[in-house]
């Protein structure tokens, strides 16, 4: 089984739970607080360390307690956070996350994150290579997502690129990833709003939509499939995402099929939603027997 290599955002989270969301101008009495480990790459790394993938985590934090609170979490969950540097200049990246109306609404202060650079990437090359799958999302400066990009293609290292937060993606670097998975809202606003079914029949067994409640929907290189999400009662979706990226890269590595790969990450991503927070719901290898 290969290593997965995240390379990516560690954020803390700051969640608030409320019975209704503000409105602009508005203040609302809020339930719950808690302050949790986050960010779209610590979270994708747990969840895959937690099915059992020997995962590695490249990223950056702040020379703060929330930096130190990140790493021991990360080491806590079983990944490696050797490729991780922390830096002096800047804060830990933040979450601000409002639970409410079976939503979240999240503002991210990037900090440390956007510290990652290809010098970084450069003193981590070694590992790099030695990845089954390295794992990319766009909370990281997108010179850096396309400098990986660029190196995993010529080194043949398969690599995922989830692009959450959404943003417009380069024509290259959509051709040298070996998988991308947008949520339906990502997916608009990076192929010009054009149907999802033309665009999946564009990228065969490289694009993964992801539909929340809808399922998943791929292209196996013969015909569109919709694979179906899991029904559970809903907590907080916040991570949903992020676990089925990890579960999805874990299952992969490990040589499943991109069918069964995708049913597993469902799997996953439905056990996580049932509990407050990113990480804390996210399943052991036994939870999805
Ligand atoms: O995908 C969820 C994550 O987005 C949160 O943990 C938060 O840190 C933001 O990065």
């Known amino acids: 089984m290969g290593k997965i290599v995240v390379i990516g955002s560690i954020n803390v989270d700051l969640v608030f739970t409320s019975d209704k969301r503000p409105q602009a101008g508005e203040t609302v009495m809020g339930k719950t607080f808690s302050l949790i480990p986050g960010g779209k790459g610590a979270n994708q790394a747990v969840a895959a360390s937690k099915l059992g993938a020997d995962t590695y985590m490249i990223a950056c934090v702040g020379n703060d307690s929330n930096g130190e609170f990140s790493l021991k979490n990360l080491n806590d969950m079983g990944v490696n956070t050797r490729g991780v540097k922390i830096v002096d200049e800047v804060p830990t990246g933040l979450a601000n996350i409002i639970v409410a109306d079976n939503d979240n609404s999240i503002i991210v202060i990037p900090g440390a994150n956007y510290a990652i650079g290809k010098d970084l990437i450069d003193e981590n090359k070694k590992l790099i290579l030695s990845a089954g ?83 998943v929907k791929y292209h196996d290189g013969k015909e569109i499939r919709v694979i179906p999400s899991n029904k559970v009662d809903v907590v907080d979706t916040t991570g949903a995402g992020d676990t089925f990226c990890g579960a999805l890269a874990a299952a992969l590595v490990r040589g499943d099929s991109i069918r069964d790969a995708i049913i597993f990450a469902n799997k996953a991503a439905a056990f996580a939603v049932t509990k407050l927070g990113a990480q804390s719901g996210m399943p052991v290898l036994e939870d999805l027997l």
């Open 133 to 215: 799958m390295v794992l990319l999302q766009l909370e990281i400066p997108m010179e850096v997502v396309e400098y990986v990009v660029d190196i995993c293609f010529e080194n043949k290292v398969r690599v995922l690129v989830n692009p959450a937060p959404a943003a417009p993606l380069k024509k290259s670097l959509i051709d040298r990833a070996t998988y991308i998975t947008p949520n339906e809202h990502e997916l608009k606003l990076i192929f010009d709003n054009l149907d999802t079914d033309e665009v999946l029949k564009k990228y065969p067994n490289k694009l993964i939509v992801t539909m929340g409640s809808k399922g």
